[in-house]
C-alpha cells in the first residue's frame, strides 16, 4: 500500500471521530480522545450533529458560519475549534495552501487569546504535519507531528489516545521516509497505549495496525504483515457506522500482501471485493474515486503475473483515465506508467514498454529524487527491459543506477563496476537486494560473451551485499512463515553466487573462491533451526532464566497451534466463519504477546538482541572437527539449472557441478526401487535396473569419495537429495545378472553415514556420554487416525521388547501408549524410542502429527510436531521407527519440515527417521543389533550402519533389497552415547595375551 492510501485512512479516521471539542467537562470515553470534551455552543451543535452523523458536506458548510459569527463575538474557543474543522474540510479536498493558511492563522490565535499548551493547538499541529507530508515535506512533517506530540504529553500524560494518535502520524511519517523501523517503534509504542486503555476494537486502533501491516509489508515480514491486516479488517467489519474507505483499503493492503506472498487467487479475491464495493456506490466523493483508481492500478500487476495481459491493460488505462481526470499526487500516475510498462515487457512490447518504464523514472526522480527505494524500483525495471532485448551494457547501467538510488547518499559513484560499502546499504530494503542481484546476474552474462575475470567478481560483490541485506532482514522476523517466504523468494541469489564461485575457483584454483561457496551453501541451509540452536545456546550463556525461555516457547507453541487449526478450518468443504474469526483473534493476541515480551525481555537483559545470530563458522573450523572425527562432508544444493556439490575432508576438498535433468531423472527412478519394494515378477530385469540407476547415481553423487580407513560420510542433502538414503548407492559395478540384492557393494559397506541440516548445525552438537543409558519407549498406539484397527503393525511391540531387554527405563504400549504420557515423561530419558504411527503432510508443515492412545486408551490423540516447541528435550537420541518420520514439506533454504526435525527443533541432537513406510518386521531385527552397538559404545552412525550389515549377512534374494532395510537413517550428532566398557578392553587384552603365549608355546615345541 502506498503513502496516499494510507493519508486517505489518516483523513477518514480524522472524519469519522472527529478532533473534538474544547471545554472543561471531564472525559467519558478514552478511546475517543480529547472528542470526549464537549464546547457547548449553539452555533456548533447543529454542525457537529450533522457531522457525526456522517454528513460531512453539510456539517462543513455550518462550521464557516458559525466561524464567522463566533469571531463577531470575540468567542475565541469555539472560534479556534470552528476554523480546525473547517481546516479539516480543506485538508480533505487537498486544498493544501488554503489548509495551511487557516491552521497557521489559528495557530496565531490560539497563542495570542488561550495561551500556550492548549489542546486546538495539538489537533492544528497534527493536521499541518499532514499538509506537509502530502506536499512530500517528510522532514517538516516529522518536526510538526513531534511537536504535536509534545504538547499532547504534556496536557493528558502518556496514556491517553491523542497520545497514541500522535505515535501513529509519526510512524506513519517514517514509513514514507523510508525508516520502516523507526516506524514500527513508533506504532507499537501506539499500540501499547491503545490496549492499556482498553481501546483495541476502536477505529484509532484499526488505523495503528493497518500501519503496523503496511510496515511489515515494507519489511517484507509478510507472515506478521498478514496478522495485522486482518487484525484491521475484523474490527473495521465489527463496527457499523464506518466510512467505507475503511474496508476497502484494508482488503486492498491485504490483496497487495497477498500478491506479495505470490498466492494471486485470493490477491484476486482481496482486490476485486475491494473494487466491486466502490463500483457499487451510486456516486463517489473525489476520495472515493482516487481510491478506486488506487485500486484498479493495484489489481493490473496481479493480472500481469497470471498472464491475463488484457485484463491488467484494462484494469491500468481506467486507472490511468481516472487520475489524468483528477488532482492526483503524480506519483500514483508513476506506480501505473510502471505498472504498464512491465505488462508491456511481458508482451514483448518493448516501444512501449520502454515509453511508460522511461515515464515512470521521470515523475519518480522529480518527486522524490534519485536516492529513492521507488526510483531504484523504475530502474531496475529499465534494467530488465534491456536485458531481455539483450542490450547488456545499458541493462548493466540501468541496474548500476538502481543500486545507487537503493543506497545511502555516501554511495555516488557512477562506474558501474563499483559497488557501494556495507555502511551504504540500506538494510531494511528488499528494493536493493533485487538491484543487486540484477546486476550481479547482468554481469555473468556479460563474462559469458567477454571471458573478462573482473565480471565475475564484481558479480560476487553484487551477492554478498544482497546476503549482508538478507542476513540483517532475517534477524528481524519473529513469525517463522516470513523467514521462509523470504528464503524461497531470494533463493535464486545463493544459486547465481555458486555458479559464480565455481566459475573463479574452476580458472584460479584460488581456494578462496571455495570457502566463499562453502558460506553460500551453508547460508542457503535451515537458518531457522541454526539461529534457534544458537539463540538457545547464547541465552543460557548471558543468565537468561529458564522460566524466560520457557514463556517464549510456550508463545511459539499457541501461534503455531493457532495456524494450524486455522488452516485445518479453512481446508473444509464448509469452512465456520466465526471459527476462523476467532482464530485470526487467537493469532493476533499471540502475536502482540510476542512483541510485548520482546520489549521487556530487551529492557530486562540488554544482551538479550545480540543472541539473534552467532554467525557461521570458517571452513578450516569445520574442517579442524571433520579431521577430529575422520569424517568427510558432503553438502549439496539443488538449483533451477544445476546441482552444486562440495566436499571437504582430512584428506581435500572438491567443488562439482551437475546436471539437474540427469540427477532428477535417475534419483526419481532410485526412490520408485525403493518404495515399490522387491518385485516377483522379473525379478532379474528389476535387479538390473536397480543396480545401474543405483551405481550411476553413486558416480555422481559421490564422485571423488574413495574408502579410506575408518572414514565416515556427513550427508547436508538438498531438494530430492533430501529423500535418498546414499547408503544403498552401489559403487561398484556389479557383474552379476541374477537378483541377489546381499551381494552388491552398497556404499554401507565401506562407510558409516549420517545426514545433517547444515554443517554449522553438526558442529555446535556436544559430545556428551553417560554410564548407563536411561529409555522411554512408546509401541504402536493400536489404531490409525481413522482408527482402522487392520493399520496395527503387530512387529512395534517386538521393537519394544527389544529396548526393554537392553535399556533400563521406562515404557508404555496398547492403551497406556498416550499423549500425555509422553509430554510427562519426554524429558526425562536419554533415549525416546516411538514405535508408533506418523503420518507426514508434503503440503503443510503444520499438519505433521504423531498418533498416540487417547486418554484411558479410547480412541487416538493427536501430538502435532508444534507441540514439541514447548518441549526442552535433555535426550540425546530419539528413534523413530514411526512410517515417514523423515519426510514432510521442504522449503528451499530451509529444509524438510519433518517429525524428525521437531525433534531437533525441541533440542535432541541425534534422531533415528523413517524415509519411507518400513516392514515391521524387520526394523526389531535392525534395531536390536542398533541397540546391541550403541551399548558397546560404538558412534550412532557406526552402530546403525553393523545393524544394517548384520542383516544382509543373514537374508538373501528380495529380503536384501534396500526397501527393507535402508530407510532408517541417522540424522544429526553421531558421538557415542555411552562410555566404552573397559570390561571390553580387559577381555581384548586378555585374548591378546592368551594368543602370544600360545604362539610361543607352538613356536618351543617346532624348535
Not at 581456494?511 to 547460508?523: I, N, R, Y
Not at 534419483?667 to 543396480?691: A, I, K, M, V, Y
Not at 545378472?737 to 552398497?746: C, F, H, I, P, V
Not at 515417514?884 to 541425534?910: D, H, L, W
Amino acid at each position: 500500500m502506498k503513502r496516499f492510501l494510507c493519508i486517505a485512512l489518516f483523513f477518514f479516521l480524522s472524519l469519522a471521530t472527529g478532533f473534538g471539542y474544547v471545554a472543561d467537562t471531564v472525559e467519558k470515553d478514552p478511546c475517543e480522545g480529547s472528542k470526549a470534551l464537549s464546547y457547548k455552543h449553539p452555533y456548533l451543535k447543529k454542525a457537529d450533529a450533522l457531522f457525526d452523523q456522517g454528513k460531512r458536506d453539510q456539517a462543513f458548510e455550518l462550521y464557516e458560519i458559525a466561524a464567522d459569527k463566533l469571531e463577531k463575538e470575540e468567542n475565541w474557543q469555539g472560534l479556534i475549534r470552528a476554523r480546525n474543522m473547517v481546516g479539516q474540510k480543506y485538508l480533505a479536498l487537498r486544498e493544501l495552501d488554503t489548509t495551511l493558511a487557516i491552521l497557521q492563522n489559528n495557530l496565531e490565535l490560539i497563542n495570542d487569546k488561550l495561551g500556550a499548551n492548549h489542546m486546538e493547538e495539538a489537533r492544528a499541529l497534527s493536521m499541518i504535519g499532514v499538509c506537509y507530508d502530502m506536499d512530500g515535506k517528510i522532514e517538516q512533517s516529522l518536526n510538526v507531528h513531534s511537536q504535536a506530540l509534545n504538547l499532547n504529553l504534556k496536557l493528558y500524560g502518556e496514556y491517553h489516545m491523542d497520545v497514541a494518535k500522535n505515535y501513529i502520524d509519526i510512524g506513519t511519517m517514517y514509513q514514507f521516509a523510508n525508516q520502516p523501523l523507526n516506524a514500527e517503534r513508533y506504532l507499537l509504542k501506539a499500540t501499547e497505549i491503545i490496549e492499556i486503555l482498553g481501546c483495541d476494537v476502536s477505529l484509532s486502533a484499526a488505523d495503528n495496525y493497518y500501519n503496523l501491516a503496511t510496515t511489515y509489508r515494507k519489511q517484507e515480514d509478510l507472515e506478521k504483515a498478514v496478522i495485522f491486516g486482518e487484525r484491521t479488517l475484523a474490527i473495521i467489519n465489527s463496527i457499523e457506522t464506518i466510512p467505507l474507505l475503511f474496508k476497502t483499503n484494508a482488503l486492498e493492503l491485504l490483496g497487495n500482501v497477498a500478491h506479495d506472498l505470490k498466492e494471486y487467487d485470493k490477491s484476486l479475491q482481496y482486490k476485486n471485493r475491494a473494487i466491486n464495493a466502490l463500483v457499487k456506490q451510486k456516486s463517489l466523493t473525489a476520495p472515493e474515486r482516487r481510491s478506486l483508481a488506487n485500486y484498479m492500478d493495484g489489481i493490473g500487476p496481479v493480472y500481469t503475473k497470471i498472464a491475463k495481459y488484457d485484463s491488467a491493460y484494462f484494469f491500468l488505462n481506467r486507472a490511468l483515465a481516472i487520475y489524468l481526470q483528477s488532482d492526483v499526487d503524480r506519483y500514483r500516475i508513476s506506480l501505473v506508467y510502471l505498472n504498464l510498462g512491465i505488462n508491456y515487457t511481458h508482451l514483448s512490447q518493448f516501444d512501449s514498454a520502454y515509453f511508460y518504464l522511461s515515464r515512470s523514472l521521470a515523475i519518480r526522480e522529480r518527486l522524490l529524487g534519485s536516492k529513492h527505494p521507488d526510483t531504484s524500483h523504475s530502474l531496475r525495471y529499465l534494467g530488465n527491459l534491456h536485458l531481455d532485448t539483450d542490450n547488456l551494457d545499458s541493462a548493466l547501467y540501468y541496474y548500476h543506477k538502481a543500486v545507487i538510488a537503493g543506497t545511502t547518499e555516501n554511495f555516488q559513484d557512477h562506474d558501474v563496476y563499483s559497488n557501494p560499502s556495507r555502511n551504504s546499504l540500506i538494510t531494511s530494503d528488499g528494493h536493493l537486494i533485487r538491484a543487486l542481484w540484477k546486476k550481479g546476474h547482468c554481469l555473468i552474462q556479460i563474462y559469458d560473451l567477454t571471458k573478462d575475470l573482473k565480471n565475475l567478481e564484481v558479480a560476487m560483490d553484487c551477492f554478498k551485499l544482497g546476503f549482508e541485506i538478507l542476513d540483517e532482514n532475517q534477524k528481524l522476523y519473529e513469525q517463522e512463515g516470513s523467514t521462509l517466504f523470504m528464503s524461497r523468494d531470494f533463493y535464486g541469489i545463493f544459486e547465481e553466487a555458486l555458479e559464480v564461485s565455481f566459475q573463479l575457483y574452476l580458472l584460479t584454483n584460488n581456494l578462496g573462491h571455495f570457502k566463499q561457496a562453502f558460506q553460500v551453501m551453508e547460508k542457503s541451509k535451515a537458518r531457522i533451526l541454526l539461529e534457534t540452536n544458537q539463540q538457545l545456546r547464547n541465552r543460557k550463556q548471558m543468565g537468561v532464566p529458564d522460566s524466560v525461555i520457557h514463556y517464549e516457547n510456550e508463545l511459539k507453541y499457541r501461534l503455531a497451534s493457532f495456524k494450524q487449526q486455522l488452516e485445518a478450518e479453512t481446508q473444509k468443504g464448509t469452512p465456520n466463519p466465526n471459527v476462523i474469526k476467532e482464530l485470526q483473534e487467537k493469532i493476533f493476541l499471540t502475536t502482540s504477546d510476542q512483541d510485548q515480551y520482546k520489549r521487556s525481555i530487551a529492557q530486562a537483559y540488554p544482551a538479550y538482541d545480540e543472541s539473534q545470530s552467532s554467525g557461521l563458522l570458517e571452513v578450516r573450523d569445520i574442517q579442524k572437527k571433520l579431521s577430529k572425527e575422520n569424517s568427510t562432508l558432503i553438502s549439496y544444493f539443488w538449483g533451477d539449472r544445476a546441482i552444486y556439490m562440495i566436499t571437504l575432508g582430512h584428506n581435500g576438498k572438491g567443488f562439482y557441478k551437475m546436471s539437474v535433468d540427469s540427477v532428477e531423472t535417475m534419483s526419481r527412478g532410485f526412490l520408485n526401487h525403493l518404495l515399490q519394494g522387491p518385485q516377483f515378477l522379473n525379478q532379474d530385469e528389476q535387479f538390473h535396473d536397480f543396480t545401474s540407476i543405483a551405481y550411476s547415481l553413486n558416480q555422481k553423487l559421490l564422485r571423488g569419495i574413495m574408502p579410506h580407513g575408518k572414514q565416515k560420510l556427513i550427508i547436508a542433502a538438498d531438494g530430492l537429495l533430501r529423500f535418498i538414503p546414499f547408503e544403498a548407492l552401489v559403487m561398484e559395478k556389479p557383474e552379476i545378472n541374477a537378483a541377489r540384492y546381499e551381494a552388491l557393494k552398497y556404499a554401507i559397506r565401506y562407510f558409516p553415514i549420517s545426514y545433517v541440516y547444515s554443517a554449522n548445525l553438526w558442529a555446535m552438537e556436544d559430545s556428551q556420554q553417560v554410564k548407563e543409558l536411561q529409555a522411554l519407549g512408546f509401541s504402536h498406539a493400536g489404531m490409525s487416525e481413522d482408527q482402522d484397527e487392520s493399520s496395527e503393525l503387530p512387529g512395534t511391540a517386538d521393537e519394544i521388547e527389544v529396548l526393554k531387554n537392553q535399556i533400563k527405563g521406562l515404557y508404555f504400549s496398547g492403551a497406556e501408549a498416550t499423549k500425555q504420557h509422553f509430554i510427562d515423561h519426554a524429558q526425562d530419558y536419554d533415549v525416546i524410542h516411538l514405535a508408533i504411527h506418523g503420518i507426514s503432510d508434503s503440503t503443510s508443515h503444520l499438519n505433521n502429527r504423531l498418533l498416540f492412545r487417547g486418554s484411558k486408551g479410547r480412541g487416538i490423540e493427536l501430538l502435532y510436531t508444534h507441540e514439541l516447541y514447548n518441549l526442552r528435550l535433555n535426550s540425546r537420541l530419539a528413534v523413530l521407527s514411526a512410517c515417514e518420520s523423515g519426510i514432510g514439506k521442504n522449503y528451499r533454504g530451509e529444509g524438510v519440515y519433518s517429525i524428525s526435525r521437531a525433534f531437533s527443533y525441541a533440542g535432541c541432537p541425534t534422531t533415528v527417521m523413517s524415509l519411507w513406510r518400513i516392514s515391521d518386521k524387520t526394523t526389531p531385527v535392525i534395531l536390536e543389533q542398533f541397540y546391541r552397538q550403541i551399548l558397546k559404545g560404538e558412534d550412532v552412525d557406526q552402530a546403525l550402519r553393523l545393524a544394517k550389515l548384520s542383516y544382509l549377512k543373514e537374508n538373501k534374494g528380495n529380503m536384501a533389497h534396500p526397501s527393507l532395510w535402508a530407510a532408517m537413517v541417522v540424522h544429526g550428532g553421531t558421538n557415542s552415547l555411552v562410555k566404552r566398557s573397559n570390561r571390553y578392553l580387559l577381555l581384548s587384552l586378555f585374548a591378546a595375551v592368551i594368543i602370544v603365549l600360545l604362539v610361543r608355546r607352538n613356536w618351543k615345541q617346532s624348535s
